[in-house]
């Protein structure tokens, strides 16, 4: 059957908040070190030791804020081992990523100078499991005071004078897990205890972000907003997309149909996840002051063959940007509760928007599709009504397509588009309503007729974004556009 | 006592063993890789072994690849950041010979 949707222009649900389109890079594997930070004496071009490569890729997304230093890695991360003279910086064992040798060269000052060179928000995580309340309170208290304090004098004495401006902090990750194995009722209590001591000094007003619930714990995030939802700002959700799951995991290349409808249907369920969540926190919050911040999420695969199994290094093929665009359609959809999500990760680690080797980088399929959807930054959510037929394989359905659209300030309407199937184009009849006048459609595509298709070193664009030639008509009421299989399709109408 | 099934990052470990390399060369035997001479292969390791940047034995930083793997790829190139210390090797070990 063809896809009919229809778009409400007039009817806002809400604002996409741009923290959606947030990033997280944590110590691990060659995220941070190679992918990011390379030191300023190394060979590879560098901003007082962030690769050049890197930097200006990055800055080409829009990036709102960036997730530091974990994910596990925070929650043994002692914060006054990273700052002074690199040298004499304390090396230590980052113990939940294989025994990685951590040599504190890439710390707070190192991660803010990033930010500001990218102009991204910073948001860290702080140390639940192995820190204490003093450990934490100081972290913030050397950030953030402008005035003379012990830890204010000793960033100056660092080479950083004014404070920075730091909004997102969250305290512990994955409090269930690796941040301590702990219940929730007792998380819940150190939450609200450390919590009490991440002050807001000056004008600096720190949002806190709770840690939240492993995929489809709905017990924790009864727990935690019944407890303590009333010293939160945002409670965190984590969950990614697995197939075969964490014990079987599955190469990032050279899949069959199966894998890829399998990796659909996981993606889609971030949908059920955040609405079940979602439902628990409206009824403990019904005015949602408390944001649900998705900080981590993205496709776990095996690591490439013959890498180091510990850097989680994978490829990233176009059925990750399907993953990506299906995700962003859910947060859009949600956008009324989810104020911010955390793409793991930034670079060379899971779903990486840039992977490198050495003095060489490529983009990735994933890169693309945020690059493209940066357009929904901001802008109002709009109804949308579709109504699409099926993708099958076996006894097994998911909706063909998925579709969201937005408008920007301007009034400019943005509509991205899925096709999730790899066999079929998708013709799609779109009705527009609220609109005045034709307007005048450009997009743009990213496919290819191998739903394997990667980029590597040799050949880094075999996957890009192409000028979409699919629109068929357009008039008063709307367009038609076939869509490719397996595809990820923007459309920008202008009126 | 219940363990948590949900842990992602415990079975992830830097430290790979001999044994495991040499599952993973055996893994490649008959799959259609091209593979760079014995010799060449020597050389290679020999650079990688001396390299400031081989980590945990194994690897290296600049591309997380296990070298007793990558230096048998005809495909692989060193990826050191100042140039290809692989081809620096070759080139000396075949002017040596000639």
Redesign the interface.
Same mark, same amino acid.
């Given at each position: 059957m063809n896809t009919t949707i229809t778009v409400n222009a007039d009817q806002s649900t809400g604002t996409i908040s741009r923290h959606i389109y947030g990033h997280f890079a944590e110590h691990l594997g060659r995220c941070i070190y190679e992918g990011i930070w390379v030191g300023e004496d190394s060979p590879i071009p560098n901003t007082r030791g962030i690769r050049n490569d890197v930097l200006e890729a990055l800055r080409n997304l829009s990036i709102p804020v960036l997730r530091w230093p974990g994910g596990c890695f925070a929650d043994e991360y002692h914060w006054k081992d990273g700052i002074g003279p690199r040298e004499q910086r304390k090396r230590m064992v980052n113990t939940h990523w294989g025994g990685v040798v951590e040599n504190n060269h890439f710390g707070t000052h190192e991660f803010l100078d990033l930010c500001e060179l990218l102009g991204t928000e910073p948001y860290i995580c702080g140390n639940v499991g192995s820190g204490t309340v003093q450990e934490m309170q100081e972290w913030v208290e050397y950030m953030t005071f402008d005035g003379e304090s012990p830890m204010a004098d000793w960033r100056k004495a660092n080479g950083r004078e004014k404070p920075w401006k730091l909004k997102y902090f969250g305290v512990g990750n994955e409090n269930w897990g690796c941040g301590g194995n702990m219940r929730p009722a007792y998380y819940a209590d150190e939450y609200r205890r450390f919590q009490t001591y991440v002050r807001n000094y000056g004008e600096n007003r720190v949002y806190k972000i709770a840690g939240g619930a492993n995929s489809d714990d709905y017990n924790w995030t009864e727990t935690l907003m019944r407890e303590a939802g009333g010293y939160m700002d945002g409670l965190s959700l984590h969950n990614y997309t697995v197939p075969g799951g964490f014990e079987v995991k599955r190469p990032a290349t050279g899949f069959d149909e199966a894998e890829w409808f399998e990796t659909m249907q996981l993606a889609l369920r971030m949908d059920e996840l955040i609405t079940r969540h979602k439902a628990i926190m409206d009824q403990h919050d019904p005015k949602k002051r408390v944001g649900l911040i998705v900080d981590e999420w993205g496709t776990w695969f095996q690591v490439e063959p013959g890498t180091n199994p510990g850097f989680l290094y994978q490829q990233n093929s176009l059925r990750d940007a399907l993953v990506a665009g299906l995700h962003f359609h859910v947060f859009h959809r949600h956008c009324d509760r989810v104020h911010m999500a955390n793409i793991a990760q930034t670079v060379n680690v899971l779903q990486a928007m840039i992977l490198t080797e050495g003095a060489e980088m490529l983009l990735t399929p994933t890169y693309h599709v945020f690059e493209m959807f940066k357009v929904h930054q901001d802008a109002e959510a709009l109804s949308l009504h579709l109504d699409t037929g099926d993708y099958t394989l076996g006894d097994e359905s998911i909706p063909q397509i998925s579709a969201s659209a937005s408008k920007r300030a301007d009034g400019t309407l943005d509509i991205s588009l899925c096709n999730l199937d790899p066999n079929r184009e998708a013709a799609v009849s779109l009705q527009l309503r609220g609109l005045a006048g034709i307007p005048e459609v450009s997009g743009r595509v990213l496919t290819h007729n191998d739903m394997n298709a990667h980029n590597t070193f040799s050949q880094p664009e075999t996957v890009k974004p192409q000028a979409f030639e699919g629109v068929r008509s357009v008039s008063a009421d709307g367009l038609s556009a076939v869509l490719p299989p397996a595809s990820v399709v923007v459309l920008t109408l202008l009126s | 006592m219940a363990v948590?099934?949900?842990?992602?990052?415990?079975s992830?470990?830097?430290?790979?063993t001999e044994a495991q390399i040499q599952k +993973?060369l055996a893994g490649m035997e008959g799959k259609g890789f091209s593979f760079v001479s014995e010799t060449v292969y020597q050389t290679r390791l020999a650079v990688c072994r001396t390299c400031p940047s081989l980590?945990?034995g194994?690897?290296c930083?600049?591309?997380?690849? +296990?070298v007793e793997?990558?230096g048998k790829?005809a495909?692989k190139k060193c990826?050191?950041?100042?140039g290809s210390k692989w081809e620096k090797a070759e080139q000396a070990s075949a002017s040596a010979k000639s």
């Open positions: - | 948590n099934q949900t842990c992602k990052g415990c992830a470990d830097v430290w790979v +993973l980590v945990y194994t690897t930083s600049h591309c997380g690849c +296990l793997v990558s790829l495909g990826p050191h950041p100042a």
